[in-house]
């Protein structure tokens, strides 16, 4: 199946700092999520990107599409202890069922009070 | 009001028993999936159900069985418990009809199932 490079596998930050982290695949995706999965709880999405080079917002955090269609990038802006989770990038492929979603294998993020 | 609930949150058993994870969502979802997380959070599709019909089917043992009454509940139940099962296991559910095809999944808290 297709499979999806996350990086970094994890990160250690201070409280403040900016957060980067990326989802590229050797495929072309049409869709492409990111999941926030906080500790004892289920993944939760946080933004969805359907269009090649969007850029979408949700509050701190900022999503965008590749030109390729084959990456995406998450960026947390002035990081805060509740961001601490693990994050997770999907991708769908054009004309898939959402049973085809594939999962990155997560960033793990700790931030330092 | 809990939009994807699965019981239990916890199951601690021996091996070789048989046990059961239940979900239920009230999203009017027709789209339920169960998914397990490993101890390194790699989360894996095991089944996927569209309307009380099974759409997808990983390679998972024969001792894993999902069961979806209506498109509002998908069980699962594992036979013959094994070391390796512990887990934990995800239901999530998705509208996938026409153009809600989003790939946007609403995941339940979690079972974690750890065998002895």
């Known amino acids: 199946g297709q499979q999806l490079n996350q990086s970094p596998q994890s990160m250690f930050i201070q409280e403040g700092e900016d957060v980067s982290m990326n989802c590229t695949s050797s495929s072309i995706f049409n869709t492409w999520l990111w999941y926030k999965q906080d500790p004892g709880e289920g993944p939760v999405l946080l933004i969805a990107?359907?269009?090649?080079?969007e850029l979408t917002s949700n509050g701190r955090l900022t999503a965008q599409f590749g030109i390729t269609r084959k990456d995406s990038f998450l960026n947390i802006s002035a990081s805060i202890p509740s961001d601490v989770g693990i994050y997770f990038c999907?991708?769908?492929?054009?004309?898939?069922?959402?049973?085809?979603?594939?999962f990155g294998k997560g960033t793990k993020l700790s931030v330092i009070p | 009001d809990t939009a994807v609930s699965q019981t239990p949150k916890y199951l601690v058993t021996q091996m070789g028993n048989d046990k059961s994870i239940k979900c239920e969502q009230n999203l009017g979802h027709d789209t339920m999936y169960w998914y397990k997380q490993d101890s390194k959070k790699f989360l894996k599709i095991m089944f996927s159900y569209n309307n009380k019909e099974l759409i997808i089917n990983e390679t998972v043992p024969n001792r894993f069985s999902p069961k979806s009454p209506d498109k509002a509940h998908l069980n699962l139940h594992i036979n013959s418990l094994e070391l390796g099962d512990s887990a934990v296991y995800f239901c999530a559910s998705s509208q996938d009809r026409g153009l809600a095809i989003t790939g946007e999944l609403f995941f339940g808290e979690g079972s974690r199932l750890t065998v002895l």
């Open positions: 999907a991708g769908l492929p054009s004309g898939a069922g959402s049973y085809q979603l594939t």
């Open positions: 990107l359907y269009k090649a080079g």
